[in-house]
């Protein structure tokens, strides 16, 4: 069998709230919840990471760079632990497994030119040899992600568009050559007509450099338009994962059922014709102590889901679902 | 039928060390009663700067240049501060962007609306109170509500809460700025069916602003896409999404990505910045169809067909 990029064994996250001087109550929030998926080592893939807020994707994503330590599990990158990579060899595992923030105004220092996210890479990860080696690099792979080194180097970050700035960070990633990028909702703050071009890009950097990506989004129109694997998770558990397209256009999760018929099509001729149960959406916060996570949301609700937790389980071929429905 | 609101040729300029900002630079139209009326736009074409300007509502550095705004045929541009802040909330009410986060956390839900009302009438307390609960199960929100604090509630029940003030005193007109932005989409869906109720079941007229093309198109009635500071078209939303009239609008609904389509593209280039509008039609620099007199005439806002408005030379 071959070894995959990444694996993620029985992943839990638990965030303790509360309990301050022992005033208020200690509560455990499971933020993941024993999650497990693989990334293939050989093709290169997008994987989106779909949910509602709160659903813990970007704990997953945290957990995965090495920012969180999980409570219990494993994170294997390449077969060997991430603990490891980090403690042994933690600059390789740094330029393997590269992340796009959700901010684009956050991450660059004002006083700074934009190039320097360039170069500083170039120089930390010493990708060239010479400063024209470094220089051309640049241009190039600007050039190669369809902007104009002319119009953009040499400018300061408040010159540049929410757009301009996240490709320039899919710039700094054809220059580092990463295996594995983490986007965390990286199109969120652009505006619309510019994020087909972002999503385009990181589309034609997964062929041009073999990089697989985990694409974290709550919205599932981008997710859809711009991965090749979905994975959706409710409350830190993966409720269902398969290919996007079957997952989106047939999804078996009665909660995944429900995201997708919430998802806004932008045709006024297909409005929605149901509309949300209250009740689902003022209590969400809820979450079943016992049994199935979504039984209380759940319209296919059956006894067995309050007392039993219903495992991933293959439903059809690649389509994995976490339901009683599919016994 | 009369328009309910209608804004003619409005100019509102910041003042700036390098000279006037124009943000909004000439913009008219007319909303009629009982509709949902959508302003949609990239980041920075003055949607938001256009709402508050037609509300009164721009501080300095920015100034209203010119233009007026009739509602129900007083202008209210001219009107006094007192007799503007009496139509207020009771006849126009708006819910600003990310007002959901500007709650008191310190009030229950319930006396900040008794507080609103009671500001702006002579009704008292007891009835206030019975009428805030009225509201909020307009807006479909359990009774408990009102006497939780804003911290008890997720993000889409405070967004209702919102919804419920702005609707207190049955206005005429609610003014919603980016009501569903950060919402998740189930959420989303129930905000934008509570706002679509609005006009269903209490003839509340509603102008709704958002960035967001697919939320429009569930719930807006007429459309206006705006550019740069000005109107590049206006139309019912099914005209504007099935067979657009300016480019922009066109590639814009291109752009949005969907389920139901299988590859985007982007409109390549970037919005120009409102120091240095290019000159003639302000999109030109990122059309694929310009010609000559693009960069050198600015094309008026015509109606191109009954009730279809355009400003492209293409369309002469």
């Known amino acids: ?107 660059y220092n004002p006083f700074y030119r934009v190039d320097r996210v360039l170069y500083k890479a170039i120089k930390k990860f010493g990708l060239a040899s010479s400063g024209n080696e470094a220089n051309s690099m640049v241009v190039e792979s600007m050039r190669a992600m369809g902007l104009r080194p002319e119009d953009l180097l040499g400018r300061y970050p408040h010159q540049l568009s929410g757009g301009e700035r996240q490709r320039l960070m899919l710039v700094r990633m054809l220059l580092i050559k990463p295996k594995l990028v983490v986007a965390d909702e990286a199109v969120s703050m652009i505006d619309v007509s510019l994020r087909c071009i972002f999503l385009n890009n990181l589309q034609d950097l997964k062929d041009r450099i073999k990089m697989s990506c985990i694409y974290i989004t709550h919205d599932l129109n981008i997710a859809y338009c711009v991965s090749d694997d979905m994975i959706v998770l409710c409350h830190g558990k993966i409720v269902e994962t398969g290919e996007t397209k079957p997952v989106v256009k047939e999804p078996l999760h009665p909660y995944t059922q429900n995201l997708v018929s919430a998802i806004p099509i932008p045709d006024p001729k297909k409005r929605w014709k149901d509309t949300v149960d209250i009740g689902d959406v003022t209590f969400k916060e809820l979450r079943s102590e016992e049994g199935c996570i979504y039984s209380h949301r759940c319209p296919h609700v059956m006894p067995i889901c309050k007392e039993e937790n219903p495992p991933l389980t293959e439903v059809k071929l690649g389509r994995r679902a976490a339901c009683f429905l599919y016994r | 039928m009369d328009p309910i609101l209608q804004v003619e040729d409005l100019r509102i300029y910041y003042k700036s060390i390098f000279g006037d900002i124009e943000s909004v630079d000439g913009v008219s139209f007319s ?53 503007l802040r009496r139509l207020r909330w009771k006849e126009l009410s708006y819910i600003p962007q990310g007002s959901m986060n500007s709650l008191n956390p310190v009030l229950r839900v319930e006396e900040q609306m008794v507080d609103s009302i009671t500001a702006h009438t002579d009704m008292p307390k007891e009835e206030a109170r019975a009428m805030s609960i009225a509201r909020l199960k307009d807006v479909g929100l359990p009774v408990e509500v009102a006497r939780m604090y804003p911290h008890e509630l997720s993000g889409g029940m405070k967004q209702r809460v919102i919804i419920a003030m702005a609707i207190l005193l ?60 000005k109107i590049a078209e206006i139309g019912s939303v099914y005209d504007v999404f099935e067979d657009a009239l300016h480019p922009y609008s066109k590639l814009l609904v291109a752009a949005i990505p969907s389920i139901e389509k299988e590859a985007v593209e982007g409109i390549p280039g970037l919005a120009p910045s409102p120091l240095n509008w290019p000159l003639g039609c302000r999109f030109h620099p990122r059309c694929p169809y310009a010609m000559p007199i693009c960069s050198k005439e600015e094309p008026p806002l015509k109606e191109v067909r009954q009730g279809r408005y355009a400003a492209c030379h293409l369309l002469r």
Not at chain 2, 57 to 72: N, R, T, V
């Open chain 1, 1 to 107: 069998m071959e070894q995959p990029l990444l694996e993620l064994r029985n992943v839990t996250k638990d965030f303790a709230i509360g309990g301050g001087l022992g005033l208020t109550e200690r509560k455990i929030i499971r933020a993941a919840d024993n999650v497990s998926f693989t990334i293939p080592g050989k093709k290169p893939t997008i994987l989106a990471l779909v949910g509602e807020s709160g659903s813990g994707k970007s704990t997953i994503a945290r957990i995965i760079l090495g920012l969180l330590e999980p409570t219990s599990g494993e994170i294997l990158y390449e077969g060997k632990d991430v603990r490891v990579w980090l403690k042994r060899d933690r600059k390789a595992y740094r330029r393997n497994v590269q992340m796009i923030f959700q901010d684009p105004y956050g991450i």
């Open chain 2, 31 to 83: 909303v009629n009663p009982n509709e949902v009326f959508g302003i949609a736009g990239e980041s920075g074409c003055g949607k938001s700067t256009l709402v508050e300007g037609v509300l009164r509502l721009i501080y300095p550095p920015g100034y209203i240049k010119s233009g007026k705004i009739l509602y129900e045929n007083k202008d209210l541009l001219r009107l006094g501060d007192e007799e």
């Open chain 2, 170 to 229: 049955k206005p005429s007109l609610v003014v919603a700025d980016e009501p569903v932005t950060a919402l998740d989409v189930v959420v989303q869906k129930s905000v934008l069916q509570s706002i679509a109720n609005l006009r269903d079941n209490y003839g509340i007229t509603v102008i709704f602003v958002a960035h967001d093309l697919a939320a429009h198109a569930e719930i807006v009635d007429r459309l206006v896409i705006m550019y740069a500071g």
